[in-house]
C-alpha cells in the first residue's frame, strides 16, 4: 500500500493484449494515469486506436482515465487488455432505444405532446381519417359516400385528394401528424389490424420516404391512375354498394385449378369481413380496420397493410366485368367471403405467380397471362405510372411492393433489417452448409456469425472446432 | 481436503491467470483487493459478445469465492446493469439456478469459467436481442 502513496518511480513492463490479438509490450512508470497510457497506445506503433474509444481491463477492472497505473497494481509481466469500444454511448443507445420502441406497442407518449391528441378527437386533426365513423361498416355498402373528412359529401376522387394535398397548409399538416410518433400509436390502436401487425407498421409510418409518398400529389395520382386502369370497373361505380359480385380475379385464371387445397393455411385469416367497397380513398388505411382488406382494390397502401397482397390481387381483379375465371370460391361479397383473399392465398403460395405479378408490376409485362383483362389495355402504363411509389415502399422494408403485400398479410413477418436473427440472415448460407452436410443448426449459425456469413470459412470453423 | 488442490493454491493459481491474460480474450478478472490475503473478493469484466446488444459494451461484476470454494460455486453479481434472465434485476445477483455451470457446478469449474459461461448466455439468440439498460448504469 504505501508504494502507492510515495509512487514508486521504478519503470514496470507489462503487455497490452488488443483484441485484434496483437500485443504490445511497454514500460511505464507506474505514476502514469490511464489516459496517459491510453494517449500512448493511440499512436501508430501501438494500437492506433482514438484514447476515447480505448478500454483498458485489468485484472476484471475498467481503468478510469484519471487513476495511475500504480493504483491498480498492474505488475511486472502481467496483461492489460485494450478493447476497441464504441465512440461514446451514442451508438449503442439509440440501438436499443429503437428496439425498446419496437417492442411494445404501447410506446410512450413523446414528451411534449399534447395528450389530447389520444383522447379528443375533436382535437385530433386526423380526427377525419382516424375516428370510428370507417370502423364497423365491413357490410355497408355505401361507407363510400363518407368523405375522408367524415361529411357526408361525395366521395373525393383521388384527383381531388391529391389536389387537396398540393395545398401546402395541409399537406404539411398531415406530414406533421405522420411525423408524430403520437398519432401513429393512435392510428395503430385504432386499427386492431394495424395492432395485430405490430412495430413494421410503426417503422414504416415513420419512414420518411413513405410519409413522403403519402403526401406526394404526384405520387398519388399515380396511384388512382394505376387504380383506375386496373379496377375501373369498380369505381366506376362506386354507388353500387355491395351488390356487386366480385369478379373473379383475372389473375387466377392461370392457375388457381393446381392451387385450391393451398388455401387456408396462412393466408388472411384476419378480414373475413372486408368491406368489398371502399372510396378510392388513399386514407382508408387509417382507422378503417374492415375497409383496408376490401379496399385492397380501390387502395394500393391498403394492400400494404391488408391481408394477403389484396392491394397485388386488387390491381388486376375487381371491377371489370368478369369475362374470366368462376374459380374463385366463395364469391359473394355480401357473405363475407372474399374471393380476392382466396386468390391471395393462392398467390402467396406460388412464388411463380408473385414474381409474374412483381414482374407484371414492375412494367416488364403487359403480359397477356397476368392481365388477361381485355378491358386493361393500359395496364402496363399504369404499372409504371404505379411503380415508383412502390419502389419506395420496397426500401422500407423489403415489403416488396406488391409481392410484399403478401408477407404483410400474413403473421407479420421480421422486418429484413440488420438485426435479423441469424436463421434469415444467413439463410442462403445455412442452406448450403447444411447440402454439405452440415446438420447441427446452432453450431452452424454460430460458424457463419463468427465467419461474419462466409460459408468458407464457416467450414473451416467447423471443421476445426 | 485431501489431494485436491486447496482453496487458497487454486485461487492464487486463478489470480495468475488473470493478471497475465492467459485466459480468454474477452473475459478478465483478478482480485478487487490485493491484500486480501483470503482472496475473497474478486473483480471480473466481460466484453460484451459481438452481434448482440452487448457488443461494444463491458459488463463488471464482482465475484465472491467463500471458504469452500472451490467445493461450492462463489456468488456472481453484475456491477453493470443489465438485462439478463439469470440476473436478479434489483440487485445484480446472477440467479444460480438459472446458470448451468453454477447450477452443475464442479471442481474443476474457474471464475472464468463462470465469465465465459455468461457471456456465452448474453449471446444466445434468445438473450442477445434483448433491450439493454444504458451503457454505464449500474446496479
Redesign the interface.
Known amino acids: 500500500m504505501a508504494d502507492e502513496s510515495t509512487a514508486d518511480e521504478t519503470p514496470i513492463t507489462f503487455n497490452v493484449k488488443s483484441s485484434s490479438d496483437a500485443k504490445y509490450v511497454l514500460t511505464i512508470p507506474p505514476s502514469m494515469t490511464v489516459i496517459d497510457l491510453k494517449t500512448k497506445l493511440s499512436g501508430p506503433e501501438y494500437a492506433d486506436i482514438p484514447p476515447d474509444r480505448q478500454r483498458l481491463i485489468y485484472s476484471g477492472r475498467v481503468l478510469k482515465d484519471a487513476d495511475t497505473l500504480g493504483s491498480y497494481k498492474v505488475k511486472e509481466g502481467n496483461t492489460v487488455h485494450l478493447v476497441k469500444g464504441a465512440a461514446s454511448n451514442q451508438r449503442q443507445n439509440p440501438a436499443n432505444q429503437g428496439s425498446v420502441n419496437a417492442g411494445g406497442p404501447g410506446a410512450q407518449p413523446a414528451p411534449g405532446v399534447p395528450t389530447n391528441l389520444a383522447s379528443g378527437t375533436g382535437q385530433d386533426p386526423l380526427a377525419g381519417l382516424t375516428g370510428a365513423r370507417y370502423a364497423g361498416y365491413a357490410q355497408m355498402p355505401n361507407a363510400n359516400m363518407f368523405g375522408p373528412d367524415g361529411g357526408m359529401g361525395p366521395p373525393p376522387d383521388p384527383e381531388h385528394m391529391a389536389s387537396m394535398l398540393e395545398n401546402p397548409n395541409f399537406a404539411s399538416t398531415l406530414n406533421e401528424a405522420l411525423a408524430n410518433p403520437q398519432v401513429i400509436d393512435q392510428m395503430i390502436r385504432s386499427n386492431p389490424m394495424l395492432r395485430d401487425m405490430g412495430p413494421q407498421v410503426r417503422q414504416m409510418m415513420q419512414d420518411p420516404g413513405f410519409r413522403a409518398m403519402m403526401t406526394n400529389p404526384e405520387a398519388l395520382r399515380n396511384i388512382s391512375q394505376m387504380q383506375r386502369q386496373f379496377g375501373g370497373g369498380m369505381f366506376g361505380g362506386t354507388g353500387g354498394g355491395g351488390n356487386q359480385a366480385f369478379p373473379a380475379p383475372g389473375i387466377t385464371d392461370t392457375t388457381p385449378g393446381g392451387q385450391p387445397s393451398a388455401e387456408g393455411e396462412t393466408a388472411a385469416p384476419r378480414q373475413p369481413d372486408a368491406a368489398p367497397q371502399q372510396p378510392p380513398n388513399p386514407f382508408a388505411m387509417f382507422g378503417n380496420p374492415a375497409g383496408v382488406g376490401g379496399a385492397g382494390g380501390a387502395n394500393p397502401f391498403a394492400a400494404l397493410f391488408g391481408s394477403g397482397g389484396m392491394g397485388g390481387s386488387g390491381g388486376n381483379a375487381p371491377g371489370s366485368p368478369p369475362p374470366v375465371g368462376t374459380q374463385a370460391p366463395g364469391a359473394n361479397p355480401q357473405q363475407g367471403a372474399n374471393p380476392i383473399a382466396d386468390m391471395a392465398r393462392n398467390m402467396m403460395q406460388n412464388p411463380q405467380m408473385m414474381q409474374q405479378m412483381m414482374g407484371a408490376m414492375g412494367g416488364m409485362g403487359a403480359n397477356p397471362t397476368a392481365n388477361p383483362d381485355p378491358s386493361n389495355p393500359n395496364a402496363n402504363s399504369a404499372a409504371n405510372a404505379g411503380f415508383n411509389p412502390f419502389t419506395a415502399l420496397q426500401g422500407l422494408g423489403g415489403m416488396g411492393g406488391f409481392g410484399g403485400a403478401g408477407a404483410f398479410g400474413t403473421p407479420p413477418p421480421p422486418a429484413p433489417q440488420d438485426d435479423r436473427p441469424p436463421e434469415d440472415r444467413y439463410a442462403e448460407q445455412l442452406r448450403q452448409l447444411n447440402d454439405m452436410g452440415f446438420y447441427e443448426f446452432e453450431r452452424n449459425v454460430e460458424a457463419l456469425r463468427r465467419t461474419g456469413g462466409s460459408v468458407q470459412g464457416a467450414v473451416e470453423y467447423l471443421l476445426t472446432h | 481436503m485431501g489431494a485436491k488442490v486447496p482453496r487458497n493454491f487454486r485461487l492464487l493459481e486463478e489470480l495468475e491467470k ?5 485466459g480468454a ?1 474477452a473475459c ?5 483487493d ?2 486480501d490475503l483470503l482472496m475473497s473478493n ?4 466481460i ?1 460484451g459478445p ?2 448482440s ?1 452487448h ?4 459488463y ?2 464482482n ?1 465472491h469465492c467463500g471458504e469452500t470454494y472451490p467445493d461450492t460455486p462463489p456468488t456472481v453479481q453484475f456491477v453493470s446493469k443489465i438485462n439478463l434472465p439469470c440476473v436478479d434485476q434489483k440487485t445484480g445477483r446472477v440467479d444460480p439456478q438459472r446458470l448451468p455451470c453454477l447450477y452443475q457446478w464442479k471442481r474443476e469449474n474457474t471464475m472464468e469459467t463462470i465469465l465465459i459461461e455468461l457471456r456465452r448466455f448474453m449471446a444466445l ?1 434468445q438473450h442477445k ?1 434483448l ?2 439498460p ?3 448504469s449500474t446496479f
Open positions: 488473470g493478471e497475465k491474460g492467459l480474450e478478465s478478472y483478478g482480485l478487487s490485493g491484500d474478486w473483480n471480473g469484466t466484453l459481438p452481434h446488444a457488443e461494444n459494451r463491458i463488471s461484476l465475484i439468440p436481442k433491450p439493454q444504458a451503457e454505464g
